[in-house]
């Protein structure tokens, strides 16, 4: 049974900051006309409103999002967003050495190992749990069998190959259930099957897009509106990950950055990435809200070889099952 979701079409008090539903024609915590305000969120957004409500997360982890973004997404895009997740969240680690490997001819390797974050015991959604699956038995695992075991979940040599089953499996077919995608009926016996965005799930789709939209003015907000750039930061989290940001820039938001304060509901009067990243099982209250979220990306020291570990594996490998 798909879940009842609640209906996003709302405004927010350009006065207060509350959020009305849309047929509203008065704010119900002032009083102000709505009607004749500038309250619809795209129009409050970036506006210098002192919200008093709590902050509203869409709960979504990155690769949640980018399949909502594009239904026809690669699933072992969505295997490297959830792992670099998991990495900048501190659930895992990855630490990385060189190591003298041959017999008569000595060279130098890199060896990468995955391990235990100090925030390993946090709450996890079902396709996040099978990246910490594998370190209840290992402490630390080199970062190839890592992914092998990982893959071991869910790869199969009858079916769809093991990325896009991780798609369909633990993406998709959750997100059907809470109500964002829903199968299209079949036109016949040979049709493949074919889904869509239900009527919420696009309404998350334009909220999403409508955070990440701002990535185009970082650069310049960097420098004119640094309180602006260090919200923007806060509100995607971890979504960082689907824009197109290379390390050096990486590297110079976080030095610009560093000792910007920045209350993140003035800006954004919702985020991307779950609370429970934040504060656990309790409630964020957007007051002098500051998650200093670039100080994650020092993990991206270790991802020279990320995108050759998954590659390694396209296609299927060795050893999968028993």
């Known amino acids: 049974m798909v879940n009842e979701k609640p209906n996003l079409d709302s405004s927010f008090c ?15 915590e002032c009083g102000i006309d709505l009607k004749n305000t500038t309250s619809d969120l795209k129009e409050t957004k970036g506006q210098n409103l002192n919200l008093s409500r709590e902050m509203e997360s869409l709960e979504l982890s990155p690769a949640e999002s980018f399949l909502l973004l594009d239904l026809d997404a690669d699933g072992k895009e969505m295997l490297k967003l959830t792992m670099l997740d998991l990495l900048a969240r501190q659930v895992i680690r990855m630490d990385t050495w060189e190591e003298e490997t041959g017999l008569l001819v000595k060279k130098p390797t890199i060896i990468h190992e995955v391990g235990r974050g100090k925030n390993f015991q946090t709450d996890l959604k079902p396709h996040e749990e099978l990246f910490r699956k594998p370190l209840y038995i290992y402490k630390e695992i080199k970062i190839q069998e890592y992914i092998k075991t990982v893959l071991k979940e869910f790869s199969s040599t009858f079916s769809a190959s ?8 633990y993406i998709r077919t959750p997100l059907i259930e809470e109500g964002y995608i829903e199968n299209v009926k079949k036109q ?12 919420y799930g696009r309404q998350v789709r334009e909220r999403i897009k409508d955070v990440l939209d701002d990535a185009d003015n970082l650069g310049k907000w960097v420098d004119t509106e640094p ?9 995607i989290g971890t979504h960082i990950f689907i824009l197109n940001y290379d390390l050096d820039t990486l590297r110079f938001l976080k030095n610009r950055l560093a000792g910007v304060k920045s209350q993140t509901a003035k800006f954004y009067p919702y985020y991307l990435y779950p609370a429970s990243f934040l504060v656990g099982r309790g409630k964020l209250m957007d007051d002098e809200f500051d998650m200093d ?30």
Do not use: H, W
């Not at 016949?188 to 009527?199: F, H, M, N, V």
């Not at 309180?227 to 509100?235: D, G, H, Q, V």
């Not at 990320?306 to 590659?311: H, R």
């Open 14 to 28: 350009s006065k207060c900051g509350t959020e009305n539903p849309s047929y509203a024609a008065f704010c119900m």
């Open 162 to 169: 093991q990325f896009s089953r991780f798609k369909n499996i």
């Open 188 to 199: 016949g016996i040979t049709s493949r099957e074919k889904y869509q965005l239900t009527d």
């Open 227 to 235: 309180e602006r750039a260090k919200a923007f930061i806060s509100a």
């Open 293 to 322: 979220v670039i100080d994650s990306f020092e993990y991206f020291e270790s991802f020279d070889s990320f995108d050759d570990v998954f590659d390694s594996f396209d296609g299927g490998f060795d050893g999968v099952g028993g």
